[in-house]
């Protein structure tokens, strides 16, 4: 018992007689069991979950016990707390009820939206076709049947479906019975038929989107409307394909979620002030208590006694009206207001208590029983504070619904009208004067919803309003809380539907003292925006720190903007500054520009540009480049251009920073454009430039006409060579001759002073090498390599196509082999070859160059012997060397140490002799400066085993093709092969 009563001493007050009613109808026998009140439900659903558990666990033995019989069992079982015969899942059942009682409007409004995704009335569908494929999967779920869908649209909606959803079932029903009894095709859709299906989905595709009418109807081209209201997606295909007129054609529907702006996405106004509920409708005690409350059953009153007797009484006024005060007897305090309960009481104390006064305050109040009706969200009878008001019981109700009044909430008592209340009273004026106190049994009643004008664009409350007393426009944009800055005043339209019952816009004066204009109920005001062009002022955009808007007067000048060089990012032209310009009344698009550097060394000067009202000026960064910018410019010129008037566009190319189409200025000359093009570059030839006119002539034939500039006093600012310029003029500054970006070569190996050096056109080898002190002491110049790029490229391209060749030859031969299985040196061509071609494609060409250093040097500098050089060329001089290298077919390819009294055949076998593959008749030397000597009508090599042999030589045997027939081009591959690795070789001799 006392862990009951830590329990009821942790709630509010007010809730204690209800606990106490439960108690002891708990007490009683099953028999007289008797069941909570709906008020008492009510009271103890405004208790938070754990004060419900608590009480719950107390009284019904934690929810599972026999002691939860009678009320509290019965309580038990509605709420979840147990009881016998309960399980878990009712009770999970029984909670989530409560908790769908407690939602706010909002949430319900989300969880019906979400429960029903069907369509809904003016949605956007888009809707595919085409032709029926038998490849084609079918749709998900498309052998449902109609009394399938029919069952799931039911169970959605809770066992009540809408009527609309079920009027589209029927006539998707009637549309399947009728497909089912129309006779399949017996074959093929003929040519005709094909071509009336094809034009008849190339119109519905043409109309997409759609949107359904008000009552959920699609109409497409050419057939009848179909209603598809509360379908879902799924349904609404099925039901679009079923229809006769879409035989042979396979139909989806997809709804767009689109949300509705402007005035269709108006909402009414003040409906969501309900959207937040109260967390408990408990009474209220620490509030003021009113002047004129009038006291009730279930109040309490503190009655402090001091004098001769000192103590505090706390009574509960009785359903009777009265309290009983010892010494005193019963006092009628019912009815009566406060202030002459707490008279009488002190009265009666000081009158029959001698030298006994008394203090009388109230404690809580109690619990009163009101009525919510007409259109309340939740209509019905609440339990609410006796302090409440009609707002508190609007809060209990969930408020009013979207089709209820908000300016005439009635007030009756007894059947009597007392009191209307105006929310917008409330909601907009903060007015609480009407919000009446309610007493027990009083009704609230809600109207249907009065007049409306809707308000849309630049008013600060957009929205649907409810008007009473509001009959002007004034009066209404007062309601919407008044126009925004944007609103444009002049422009403001009322769409009405006349008497004629035609759908007319009316225009509305919004200016001072002339927005008298009447509204009427269905009356749609618009207010549009001022425009969002600049009426006044100047921009300045681009490479600069402060970018903005600047005011604009008259005289303003280029340096009044832009005050110092300062103000720019690094790497700003300030000698081009564009500043584009529209030139009244027709707001045509002209292009000056501007020498910032010019007009800051001389303000208000002609260099200092004036401005006018509208300019956009652009400071450029040379290092990004102007496209982006000027290219929308000359498209608008290009867009002013006409046969009489060209468009004003200009071109600069050749030696300038920055080439391309500039606008033509007025009066603009060769020097401006150079200046627009950021500029001579350093290889520009500034004697002479070449200026390209085109004109028409009176024949109306382009012709073409080439000026030769002075360049030089052009940039001077002569007269005579600063040539005006005209529209589609180009101007082309030529590069100094014999300029270009320096080259060099670079010295490797046993040079005196190794390195790159930049030359000059035209010089060559032997002039580098005297610069580089000439050879070491320890040079080969006989070994020395030469290698130039542009003949490595050659030589690689030539690899890569000789590769190509092979691959093309290996593929005839496989195939070859393959037919002819008798071919007996077929496979073994066939491993050789993709061996080769394997080595070919993994081969990199060098790009050496044969020549005789030694030669060079005792030649006179540009004699025969000597080489032109290029950019990139690169000499390797490499040591003094004393190997000869044996490569090819060979037992062991080696290098020998160099001894003059043996011969070629003697090193052959010194690497172990040839092998059976090798060709002996082809045996070549590849001297030590890439030269190659052959045997071939050479008489040197008549000697055969006696060949002189010198150091660095290199003897390659290569391979005897003849003895593979189906490769008789390859020996030529070899020999390839063989050269780039002797290359190869040499190069990294270092």
């Not at 069991?33 to 107390?58: N, R, W």
């Not at 009344?585 to 509208?614: C, F, K, N, Q, Y």
């Not at 608008?636 to 004003?648: A, H, K, N, V, W």
Request: aromatic share 4%; proline share 6%; hydrophobic share 40%.
């Amino acid at each position: 018992m006392m862990n009951v009563r830590k329990h009821l001493l942790g709630l509010p007050t007010g809730f204690l007689g209800v606990v106490l009613c439960f108690v002891a109808l708990s007490g009683r026998s099953h028999s007289q069991a008797i069941s909570p009140t709906p008020e008492m439900l009510q009271m103890f659903q405004g208790l938070t979950p754990e004060q419900q558990d608590a009480i719950l666990k107390q009284f019904t033995g934690g929810g599972s016990g026999s002691s939860g019989g009678g009320a509290l069992g019965a309580l038990g079982s509605l709420l979840g707390g147990g009881g016998q015969g309960g399980d878990r899942e009712a009770q999970a059942q029984r909670r989530q009820a409560l908790a769908d009682q407690a939602k706010t409007p909002e949430e319900e409004d989300e969880q019906e939206e979400a429960q029903n995704p069907g369509l809904k009335r003016d949605d956007w569908v888009v809707i595919e076709v085409q032709l029926h494929s038998a490849a084609r999967p079918a749709l998900p779920n498309q052998s449902r049947t109609v009394s399938q869908l029919a069952a799931q649209a039911q169970s959605a909606s809770g066992g009540n479906p809408n009527p609309a959803v079920s009027q589209s079932l029927a006539a998707l029903a009637n549309s399947q019975v009728a497909s089912s009894q129309t006779p399949p095709s017996d074959g093929e859709l003929t040519d005709q038929d094909s071509a009336h299906l094809e034009q008849l989905m190339t119109l519905i595709r043409s109309r997409n989107p759609y949107q359904l009418s008000h009552d959920g109807v699609l109409t497409l081209p050419g057939l009848a409307p179909i209603p598809l209201l509360g379908l879902t997606e799924e349904q609404a295909s099925l039901r679009l394909r079923v229809d006769p007129a879409f035989g042979g054609i396979d139909v989806h529907l997809t709804r767009l979620p689109l949300k509705k702006t402007g005035v269709e996405g108006l909402k009414p106004f003040g409906y969501s002030l309900f959207n937040h509920r109260l967390t408990t409708f408990a009474p209220f005690n620490n509030v003021p208590l009113p002047s004129d409350y009038t006291v009730g059953p279930g109040d309490e009153l503190n009655v402090q006694l001091y004098g001769n007797q000192n103590r505090s009484l706390r009574f509960i006024v009785g359903r009777d009206g009265r309290i009983n005060l010892p010494s005193l007897g019963p006092i009628n305090v019912g009815g009566q207001s406060f202030q002459a309960v707490k008279a009488e009481i002190e009265s009666r104390v000081e009158r029959q208590m001698i030298g006994t006064r008394a203090s009388v305050s109230m404690g809580d109040t109690g619990a009163i029983r009101v009525f919510v009706l007409g259109e309340a969200r939740r209509p019905g009878s609440y339990t609410i504070s006796a302090l409440g008001t009609i707002t508190s019981a609007l809060y209990a109700a969930g408020g009013a619904k979207v089709v209820g009044s908000l300016r005439d909430i009635q007030l009756k008592r007894h059947g009597t009208l007392v009191r209307s209340l105006d929310l917008y009273d409330l909601l907009i004026r903060g007015d609480t004067t009407d919000d009446a106190k309610l007493l027990q049994g009083d009704v609230i009643f809600i109207p249907p919803v009065g007049s409306t004008i809707g308000v849309d664009g630049e008013v600060r409350r957009p929205a649907i309003y409810e008007v009473k007393h509001e009959s002007t426009v004034a009066d209404v944009i007062e309601l919407a809380g008044g126009l925004t800055p944007e609103a444009d005043t002049a422009k403001a339209m009322v769409t009405r539907i006349d008497q004629g019952r035609h759908r007319v816009v009316i225009a509305a004066d919004l200016s001072a003292g002339a927005n008298s204009e009447a509204l009427h109920n269905g009356d749609v005001l618009r207010v549009l925006r001022l425009r969002p062009t600049l009426d006044s002022g100047i921009v300045v955009q681009g490479h600069l720190y402060a970018p903005g808007t600047f005011a604009y007067r008259q005289g303003i000048r280029l340096s009044d903007v832009i005050h110092s060089v300062e103000e720019l990012r690094p790497d700003a032209d300030i000698h081009y500054l564009l500043i584009r310009r529209e030139v009244p009344p027709d707001r045509r698009i002209r292009v000056v520009s501007a020498d910032l550097a010019a007009a800051l060394r001389a303000p208000g000067s002609t260099a200092d540009t004036e401005l006018m009202s509208h300019d956009r000026i652009t400071v450029f960064d040379l290092a990004s480049g102007r496209d982006r910018v000027i290219q929308p410019v000359l498209n608008e010129l290009r867009l002013q251009g006409t046969s009489g008037s060209p468009s004003e566009v200009v071109r600069v190319d050749g030696r300038v920073k920055v080439p391309g189409d500039y606008p033509l200025e007025p009066g603009m000359t060769v020097s401006d454009l150079v200046r627009a093009g950021g500029g001579m570059a350093d290889a520009a030839y500034g004697n002479e430039a070449e200026l390209t006119r085109y004109s028409v002539a009176s024949d109306q034939s382009r012709h073409t006409e080439h000026i030769e500039v002075d360049l030089a006093a052009a940039l001077r600012g002569d007269p005579a060579a600063n040539i005006r310029l005209q529209p589609f003029d180009s101007l082309s500054v030529k590069e100094v001759p014999l300029w270009q970006t320096q080259e060099s070569v670079t010295l490797k190996g046993e040079v005196r002073f190794p390195g790159d050096y930049t030359i000059r056109r035209g010089e060559t080898l032997s002039s580098v090498l005297t610069r580089a002190g000439g050879l070491t002491d320890f040079a080969f110049p006989e070994g020395s390599v030469f290698t130039r790029e542009s003949l490595r490229r050659r030589e690689q391209e030539q690899l890569d196509l000789l590769a190509e060749r092979m691959q093309r030859d290996l593929t005839v031969l496989a195939l070859q082999t393959t037919v002819a299985v008798g071919q007996g040196g077929g496979a073994s061509a066939l491993a050789v070859g993709q061996s080769l071609l394997g080595q070919l494609r993994t081969s990199r060409a060098v790009g050496r160059l044969v020549i005789d250093v030694p030669r060079l040097m005792h030649s006179a500098p540009g004699s025969s012997a000597d080489v032109i050089l290029r950019g990139g060329d690169q000499l390797i001089v490499p040591k003094l060397q004393q190997q000869v290298m044996v490569l090819g077919e060979v037992q062991y390819s080696t290098s020998h140490l160099y001894n003059p009294r043996l011969a070629r055949d003697d090193y052959i076998s010194l690497s172990g002799g040839m092998t059976r593959r090798a060709d002996d008749g082809r045996i070549y030397v590849v001297r030590a400066n890439g030269s190659v000597v052959a045997q071939e009508g050479s008489r040197w090599f008549q000697q055969g085993a006696h060949a002189t042999i010198k150091p660095g030589d290199t003897i390659v045997v290569p391979l005897n093709t003849e003895r593979i027939p189906p490769l008789p081009f390859w020996t030529a591959v070899t020999t390839i092969m063989y050269n780039v690795a002797i290359a190869i070789a040499a190069v990294h001799s270092l």
